[in-house]
């Protein structure tokens, strides 16, 4: 078994606002194991990209861990101010975002980006050592080295991807978090991209956090799987686990509500509702109001998350035994 | 077996677009957006469109439903038992075709009017073609805010669009590209942006729908697992052409066209034991400005060969029983 890098225990986080407190991340615990892939999959406003940024703490100023402990390699997060959280960014954990347009400042050339981050978190480099660690990142990444002095408008989507994911792995991070670097691209663009990712995770041996709200995306990248719902990690397991032996009801709808080119057409399941306004939250599980299952413990009773052997966990009351 | 006459009848359409026009001086190049695209339509029956960003499908969309005039081509919509030369319709024939053949955009927080009510939105098409008078407008919105799953309708009619989530707005897209009862609807992407559980059930209300108003529809979208849900044909585009286009199942099954078989080897299965065959091929997808007479995949098909080079774009061909490719390889 490999070693736990990173452990996150009934981690809380609110977004402070004028008409109250939103509970964006309710009790959620998971650990990373070194070389391991986690996807965690869920609906907009379910929490997942609020996960992300609160491993960093690169949260809105709204924004309150008000409980749970984040512990990276023994070091709890949660406590430590921006100057303290500095050298862990980038070195350690590094993030790739949705919009790579975005991250990559258009006035500068996209390899002087890099070379920044370079120089900001690691012992001097020599202007020629930078440039050619550049040029190794691009290799790595699939891009023309050459392309390091051109500017980022002058970049495709996919490229563009691919030098913020260059630029992530810059400093030899020991986890790097994805956070749907691969919604606004091409299903032929998305796939090279993807494919790439798994070989350098392999090759680097870093972990990986991958989030996205497709569980086909998360089908081929990951091997757990967290599913998130208004805040809560309702079911963390295996990859397969999750895809043929699901145990939480909202699992079991997102699995059947999802479309396939393969296999058989099977008709689609809908899933009644919407999901809750996290200002105020259903009591009980969060889950009940759409729930088919729901019980009066259900809505009385928050249910605990817990492990139902072979790693599988569930916060349910009434886990289902389906096979899909 | 009767043979019925297609509702939608498309010949060699062509739109190109002026790049770089000036006041005086004439463009010099064009995208070419639609490129010589044909297909029929059986009513009651959808096509699919699929295709990347940029292969045309919207364009085509937009033709269909006149908010684009094409560069050349024919439209031909079987209407009221009268065929329509959509193409050259004009001014108040327009409003009466727009009568029959309605859209609904991709995205609900931008198709609908924030300062308008639910029901100012849904009746707008009623008051346009001037259908009924006040109670048999409401009444009218009442009953497809139902049909559509808003209920009950009076609790929506009065409410205002940012009070409805992403799938709830879409909804009332919805109902009011149904409201007049058209014949013909140009969906572009109506389910990309909502998310999974609600994107099923927006699914399953337009085929619903489709069955109960005998409504016919294009179906245009990026994701081949979509397509597969909601249409009987299918038709994949690249660069502005239509290169396969067939019985849905039956291209997804077995697609000819390496094009679509790279497009459907790339597509992410919810299944993480499924191990599939990548297909590689080259580069990205480039813009089509004043492309080269050559098949528009030449570049990057991994069977491309001498005879790609030097002929025209291959034509749509019937491979069999209505399975068309335009390939010189397949």
């Known amino acids: 078994m490999a070693e736990t890098i990173l452990q996150v225990e009934n981690l809380t986080m609110h977004y402070i606002t004028r008409a109250g407190a939103v509970s964006a991340v309710d009790d959620v615990s998971f650990t990373l194991a070194e070389g391991e892939s986690l996807g965690l999959v869920g609906e907009s406003g379910c929490g997942k990209t609020s996960v992300a940024n609160s491993l960093l703490k690169l949260?809105?100023?709204?924004?309150?861990?008000?409980?749970?402990?984040?512990?990276?390699?023994g070091v709890d997060f949660v406590p430590l101010n921006e100057a303290q959280m500095r050298p862990y960014r980038w070195r350690n954990i590094a993030m790739v975002f949705q919009a790579a347009m975005n991250s990559l400042n258009p006035v500068y050339r996209v390899g002087d980006q890099i070379i920044e981050a370079l120089?900001?978190?690691?012992?001097?480099?020599?202007?020629?050592?930078?440039?050619?660690?550049?040029?190794?990142?691009?290799?790595?990444?699939?891009?023309?080295?050459?392309?390091?002095?051109?500017?980022?408008?002058?970049?495709?989507?996919?490229?563009?991807?691919?030098?913020?994911?260059?630029?992530?792995?810059?400093?030899?991070?020991?986890?790097?978090?994805?956070?749907?670097?691969?919604?606004?691209l091409d299903v032929i663009v998305q796939d090279t991209l993807l494919r790439q990712l798994q070989t350098l995770q392999a090759r680097i041996g870093m972990s990986m956090i991958y989030i996205s709200h497709d569980i086909a995306v998360i089908a081929e990248v990951s091997d757990r799987i967290g599913v998130m719902y208004a805040g809560k990690l309702v079911e963390l397991a295996s990859a397969e686990d999750i895809f043929h032996q699901p145990l939480h009801p909202y699992t079991i709808a997102l699995m059947s509500a999802f479309p396939s080119v393969t296999g058989p057409r099977r008709a689609l399941q809908t899933l009644p509702g919407e999901p809750p306004d996290l200002l105020h939250p259903p009591d009980g599980c969060r889950f009940h109001p759409r729930c088919p299952f729901a019980s009066n413990q259900c809505r009385e009773q928050t249910p605990l998350f817990q492990d139902r052997g072979g790693g599988h966990a569930v916060a349910c009351w009434h886990p289902q035994e389906t096979r899909i | 077996m009767t043979v019925t006459a297609p509702l939608v009848r498309v010949e060699g359409l062509r739109k190109l677009f002026p790049l770089n026009q000036g006041l005086l001086r004439p463009a010099t190049s064009f995208?070419?957006?639609?490129?010589?695209?044909?297909?029929?339509?059986?009513p009651g029956k959808s096509l699919a469109l699929v295709g990347e960003s940029g292969s045309g499908k919207t364009t085509t969309g937009k033709l269909l439903v006149r908010l684009l005039h094409p560069t050349d081509g024919q439209i031909v919509m079987r209407l009221n038992d009268a065929d329509v030369a959509v193409t050259t319709l004009k001014g108040d024939r327009v409003r009466a075709f727009r009568r029959h053949v309605q859209m609904i955009f991709q995205d609900p927080y931008e198709s609908l009017n924030p300062r308008r009510t639910i029901y100012d939105t849904v009746a707008e098409p009623l008051y346009v073609q001037g259908i009924g008078n006040v109670l048999d407008r409401q009444e009218r919105v009442a009953e497809l805010l139902t049909l559509v799953g808003l209920t009950?309708?009076?609790?929506?009619?009065?409410?205002?669009?940012?009070?409805?989530?992403?799938?709830?707005?879409?909804?009332?897209?919805?109902?009011?590209?149904?409201?007049?009862?058209?014949?013909?609807?140009?969906?572009?992407?109506?389910?990309?942006?909502?998310?999974?559980?609600?994107?099923?059930s927006v699914m399953q209300l337009m085929q619903r729908l489709a069955e109960h108003l005998h409504v016919t529809y294009l179906y245009i979208t990026h994701d081949l697992a979509v397509a597969r849900y909601m249409s009987d044909r299918l038709a994949v585009m690249y660069l502005g052409k239509i290169v396969e286009m067939g019985d849905t199942e039956e291209v997804l099954h077995h697609p000819q066209h390496p094009y679509t078989q790279a497009l459907l080897s790339a597509v992410p299965v919810p299944d993480p034991g499924w191990k599939r065959t990548p297909i590689e091929i080259k580069?990205?997808?480039?813009?089509?400005?004043?492309?080269?007479?050559r098949c528009r995949f030449y570049d990057r098909c991994p069977l491309a060969a001498k005879i790609c080079e030097d002929n025209d774009h291959p034509p749509l061909e019937d491979k069999s029983a209505g399975h068309y490719v335009a390939c010189y390889r397949a």
Do not use: W
């Open chain 1, 59 to 73: 949260l809105a100023d709204n924004a309150r861990i008000t409980g749970g402990r984040i512990l990276f390699k």
């Open chain 1, 119 to 184: 120089e900001t978190h690691l012992s001097p480099y020599s202007f020629d050592q930078a440039r050619q660690r550049v040029a190794e990142l691009f290799t790595m990444v699939g891009l023309d080295p050459r392309l390091m002095d051109q500017y980022p408008h002058e970049y495709s989507g996919g490229m563009r991807q691919r030098a913020v994911i260059a630029m992530a792995l810059a400093c030899n991070p020991d986890i790097i978090i994805a956070d749907e670097p691969t919604t606004a």
């Open chain 2, 31 to 42: 995208i070419h957006a639609v490129d010589g695209v044909s297909f029929a339509i059986a």
């Open chain 2, 152 to 200: 009950p309708p009076s609790t929506f009619m009065f409410r205002f669009p940012h009070e409805l989530s992403g799938g709830q707005r879409q909804r009332v897209a919805i109902a009011r590209a149904l409201v007049i009862n058209p014949a013909f609807v140009v969906a572009d992407e109506p389910t990309s942006m909502l998310d999974v559980s609600i994107r099923a």
């Open chain 2, 283 to 293: 580069g990205g997808v480039s813009k089509p400005v004043n492309p080269p007479p």
